[in-house]
């Protein structure tokens, strides 16, 4: 597959509000958010009763936690401890993750200029290529640093973000991210064209793959060098497509790449052959609908399409993936197409890590890998209570501290 292999050796039923201070042995002294001062770290020791949200589905259930790892994983009421440690009610799910950022677009906190999507960010003269020009790379980095902070106060464990301005805007990023836990999957843009073979092999020195803007602005012979290129390197191959006007599957489905992103613009019998492929997408409901558009979740759902949810451009909204959830389910109830909230959190949380090659980070297991999080939520209903409930604000991290 694309980076599946790179990226993976790389890593190495209550009420909410439920007081956490129950009796129970003492613990190692009080934990503290490592993220953020709006939520709250649970202490070294700490068992969560409620439901369990993951690459097993959703289900009811106890997480037992010791210095945030998992040690041990059960129906409710049959844990080895017998209530003698603190318990603490709500949701435990894998780290959500971002299916698709710009993070350069940071540099602008204005409204963004009215009219069509075109003529702001398509490449090399779009209003936010200029932004970003005319901006310092000090300026670029502090920005993209603030939006990574605000992904790790959200509980976020990755993002995969798009890449522009060649090797200096990945390595750029790669300095915005190097003091965060949340791991940015780069997807470089080479700058030259036609692509040259000495700057693609150097991009992807550091990159984690490529993500093209659209086929329209790529030529097959360029598009099938890349492709090839991250392919023999395990790397990921994206591009965007039908996002403000249809593109036939026959241009971006050659060569087959690993992720698309948008296909607001997609017909049915685009999706089948989207499916067909067994493509991952990753759709932007919140910048979809800033432009007048909207991704076809129904349709995604209904032929199974791998699905990821990203916040899109930073230029546009906070990169906040909990607002994405709500925004998505809404806007297609909206439509008079709703998805089943279970499709939603599959594609926040499980579906991109195992786009990324991290199977076990996207499951709940004692002794594995994953660092989950713990969502402070009513255990009914719980994928409902994700999508639609879920803010920074209920997140606990048990076993972290704040630096």
């Not at 604000?393 to 076993?399: A, N, S, W």
């Amino acid at each position: 597959m694309g980076a599946g292999r790179s990226i993976a050796s790389a890593r190495a039923g209550g009420r909410a509000g439920v007081d956490m201070d129950s009796p129970g042995p003492r613990q190692e002294g009080p934990a503290r958010l490592r993220y953020g001062r709006s939520g709250r770290g649970a202490g070294s020791v700490v068992i969560v009763e409620g439901a369990i949200v993951d690459l097993d589905g959703v289900r009811p259930g106890y997480v037992r936690f010791r210095s945030g790892r998992v040690v041990e994983v059960g129906q409710l009421g049959t844990d080895s401890t017998r209530g003698r440690e603190r318990r603490l009610h709500g949701i435990v799910v894998p780290p959500p993750v971002n299916g698709h950022t710009h993070l350069g677009d940071a540099v602008s906190s204005r409204e963004p200029p009215s009219g069509p999507l075109a003529p702001l960010v398509r490449p090399p003269d779009g209003w936010k290529f200029r932004l970003l020009r005319s901006v310092p790379a000090g300026a670029k980095v502090r920005a993209m640093a603030s939006a990574i902070a605000r992904m790790q106060h959200d509980g976020v464990g990755a993002a995969i973000d798009f890449r522009e301005e060649g090797i200096p805007g990945v390595l750029a990023l790669r300095s915005a991210a190097r003091r965060s836990p949340v791991r940015v999957v780069a997807l470089g843009r080479p700058r030259r064209r036609p692509v040259e073979r000495g700057e693609l092999a150097q991009l992807l020195a550091v990159a984690d793959g490529v993500g093209l803007s659209s086929v329209r602005e790529e030529t097959l012979e360029d598009r099938t060098a890349i492709a090839r290129a991250c392919r023999s390197r395990g790397k990921l191959y994206g591009l965007h497509a039908s996002e403000s006007a249809r593109e036939s599957p026959d241009s971006y489905l050659d060569p087959r790449p690993d992720l698309l992103v948008h296909l607001t613009a997609a017909s049915d019998a685009d999706l089948d052959r989207v499916a067909e492929a067994k493509v991952t997408v990753a759709v932007c409901p919140r910048s979809n609908a800033l432009f007048g558009r909207r991704p076809n979740l129904a349709g995604l759902e209904r032929r199974g399409i791998p699905t990821m949810l990203g916040t899109d451009n930073a230029m546009f909204h906070a990169p906040s993936i909990w607002r994405e959830l709500e925004f998505a389910y809404v806007s297609a109830r909206l439509a008079r197409r709703p998805v089943r909230p279970e499709f939603l959190a599959r594609a926040a949380l499980v579906t991109p890590w195992l786009l990324l090659g991290a199977r076990e980070l996207a499951r709940v297991q004692a002794d594995g890998p994953a660092r989950p999080i713990v969502v402070r939520l009513p255990s009914e209903d719980p994928a409902y209570q994700l999508v639609c409930r879920a803010t920074e604000h209920l997140i606990v991290r048990p076993g972290s501290r704040s630096g």
